[in-house]
């Protein structure tokens, strides 16, 4: 009977399936592309803009990247957008909020912001009635069904 030597040839491993520039990968960023596609097909736009940031500035920062971790690679699909104030509106606008006060940061100033009838607005407080959501990056994994 004869000998038989495996050799294991791990950078090649390496490159097929944990490489960025793999096949693996290399599909992978297609995927990642795909559900980033698809969450700004999704993706709500007000037609005035909101907080003076331009109409559509939540679609224009849906982004996805490569990450790696011991099980092996992955793409992050994310909406990094930011109220002028940092709070996370993709993830508000993907899962809502509930009621809520709004104080001014300042316990001795005062709130102030234009409503939709165009007029300028004050108050010590508001009592926000929430956000109902507008899924748009989970949807978008659907578009993987089948690929």
Do not use: C
Not at 38 to 57: F, L, M, N
Not at 102 to 117: C, F, K
Request: no cysteine; net charge positive.
């Amino acid at each position: 009977m004869a000998d038989v030597t495996w050799v294991w040839n791990e950078p090649e491993v390496f490159r097929l399936l944990k490489s960025y520039e793999g096949p693996v990968g290399r599909h992978m960023d297609v995927l990642g592309e795909k559900v980033k596609r698809g969450a700004q097909r999704r993706a709500p736009v007000s037609a005035a803009g909101s907080d003076g940031r331009p109409p559509g500035y939540t679609k224009s920062k849906i982004r996805w990247d490569r990450g790696r971790d011991p099980i092996g690679q992955y793409r992050d699909i994310s909406s990094p957008a930011r109220t002028v104030h940092g709070e996370p509106v993709g993830l508000f606008m993907e899962v809502g909020t509930r009621a809520h006060v709004i104080r001014p940061r300042n316990p001795n100033g005062w709130l102030r912001w234009i409503g939709s009838d165009g007029r300028v607005h004050f108050a010590k407080k508001v009592n926000h009635p929430g956000t109902r959501p507008y899924p748009h990056l989970r949807p978008a994994l659907e578009d993987l069904r089948g690929a």
